[in-house]
Nanobody
Framework: QVQLVESGGGLVQPGGSLRLSCAAS????????MAWYRQAPGKQRELVAR???????IYADSVKGRITISRDNAKNMVYLQMNSLKPEDTAVYYC?????????WGQGTQVTVSS
């Protein structure tokens, strides 16, 4: 049974930082491309960033230069370091494999950027 558990969200002021974590279990983590997605109110879920098994990363244009995805294969963890946060980054953030599997979505973690 696959479990992806996100944590680290919260309320932050514009320009602030957050670090999201995702703990994965039930998959052969080290060989999978992992990704962070987000869904803002009233919008479709979108890909934020992905990282393959050797650490190659790809980012959405909207977050380039502000957000860094990383992974720790020994711990089955994926991270999302978010800096210079903007109100438009407000969303529920999810981790999943890439491409995302419908049966892998977790509860996500809420990120709210507001003054």
């Amino acid at each position: 049974q696959v479990q992806l558990v996100e944590s680290g969200g919260g309320l932050v002021q514009p320009g602030g930082s957050l670090r999201l974590s995702c703990a994965a279990s039930g998959i052969i983590f080290s060989t999978r491309t992992m990704a962070w997605y987000r869904q803002a109110p009233g919008k479709q879920r979108e890909l934020v960033a992905r990282i393959n098994w050797v650490g190659t990363t790809i980012y959405a244009d909207s977050v380039k230069g502000r957000i860094t995805i990383s992974r720790d294969n020994a711990k089955n963890m994926v991270y999302l370091q978010m800096n210079s946060l903007k109100p438009e980054d407000t969303a529920v953030y999810y981790c999943n494999v890439f491409p995302g599997r419908d049966d892998y979505w977790g509860q996500g973690t809420q990120v709210t950027v507001s003054s």
